[in-house]
């Protein structure tokens, strides 16, 4: 089993549309959890930070489950703008950040 | 405040040559990251400093790969000799290194390898 696992996608949605991503750990003992978005051909950059239960930010949600071990990360309102690809990362260890595969998101106009 | 500055930007080699990488991360940040991004891949962790100590290169292929972080601040990552399959986008990355479940990571705009 993958440490840090994501549905790759794509998804395909409407501009004004929610959407919601899954992301699945394994290791129990994680603290932290960050959402990261990554343009074509860009760097992942820092989308949100989880670092309880969950937290909002406009109109990004995200949420911790450590009982069942995943993070959500939520869009409403979905803009062109939001189309890339966005990482799941776990901080697991000293330091080390644990990437998933990524969830690609096409907002159709 | 300056972000991860890496350099090149692009580089094509062909087979069995050398190729280096530069890193620069922000400044006060203890520990510093270099990842391998395959397309379609989630970054792939290949080295980790603390300081200028390494904490993991468990990934790192060092048959062909080395990296180094003299002063603890700038890092370099070389591969020697390259082969087809290390096509990829090498990324660096930097933290602050503070207690784990404040910490976060930021990285630089990557370097573009093409291996012919």
């Known amino acids: 089993r993958k440490e840090v696992e994501q549905d790759p996608g794509p998804f395909n949605v409407p501009e004004g549309a929610t959407v919601a991503f899954n992301c699945t750990y394994s290791?129990?003992?994680?603290?932290?959890f960050f959402w990261y978005r990554q343009d074509c051909r860009k760097e992942p950059k820092l989308l949100m930070s989880v670092y309880s239960s969950g937290n909002e930010d406009g109109r990004f949600t995200a949420q911790l489950n450590r009982a069942s071990q995943y993070i959500s990360l939520l869009i409403r309102d979905s803009k062109l703008s939001d189309s890339a690809t966005y990482l799941c990362v776990v901080l697991s260890g000293t330091y080390k950040y644990i990437f998933g595969t990524g969830t690609r998101l096409k907002v159709l106009a | 405040e300056a972000g991860v500055a890496q350099s090149p930007r692009y580089k094509i080699i062909e087979k069995r040559q050398s190729v280096a990488f530069w890193c620069n991360p922000i400044?006060?940040?203890?520990?510093l990251y270099w990842y391998q991004q395959i397309l379609g891949q989630g970054p792939k962790l290949l080295i980790q400093f603390q300081n200028n100590g390494v904490v993991d290169d468990s990934q790192l292929p060092k048959d062909r790969f080395s990296a180094e972080r003299l002063k603890g601040v700038d890092s370099t990552l070389k591969i020697q000799p390259a082969k087809l399959e290390d096509s990829a986008v090498y990324l660096c990355a930097s933290s602050l290194g503070l207690a784990e479940n404040t910490d976060t990571q930021y990285f630089g705009p990557g370097t573009r390898l093409t291996v012919l």
């Open positions: 290791n129990s003992a994680s603290q932290s």
């Open positions: 400044s006060g940040h203890a520990t």
